[in-house]
Nanobody
Framework: QVQLVESGGGLVQAGGSLRVSCAAS????????MGWFRQAPGKEREFVAT????????YYVDSVKGRFTISRDNAKNTVYLQMNSLKPEDTAVYYC?????????????????WGQGIQVTVSS
């Protein structure tokens, strides 16, 4: 099993920045990719970004490219999502997720482990 704990969410004005973190514990050696999803009220959970746990491959949803950066620190078993130029439409609960697979990375169903979620609110 893998346990994921998010931190760092909060309230920020449009145009501002925020960084959320996700610390993994347990059987982290089984992880292939760790990523972030988000869910706004009344909407489905949406893929945001993912990063290879052993390599450096990263993938982003088009709406955040150039604004968000996903990174990892394997020594700390932690993944970060740096969010810049935030927009009100980025408001959502952000979930950290981990998968033991290397395909279907944009689909929530491919991720076996999830954090509890953390609120990010961007005011206009």
């Amino acid at each position: 099993q893998v346990q994921l704990v998010e931190s760092g969410g909060g309230l920020v004005q449009a145009g501002g920045s925020l960084r959320v973190s996700c610390a993994a514990s347990g059987r982290t050696f089984s992880i292939y990719y760790m990523g972030w999803f988000r869910q706004a009220p009344g909407k489905e959970r949406e893929f945001v970004a993912t990063i290879g746990w052993r390599g450096r491959k990263t993938y982003y949803v088009d709406s955040v490219k150039g604004r968000f950066t996903i990174s990892r620190d394997n020594a700390k078993n932690t993944v970060y999502l740096q969010m810049n130029s935030l927009k009100p439409e980025d408001t959502a609960v952000y979930y950290c997720a981990a998968t033991t697979r290397d395909h279907g990375l944009m689909y929530a169903s491919e991720y076996s482990y999830w954090g509890q979620g953390i609120q990010v609110t961007v005011s206009s």
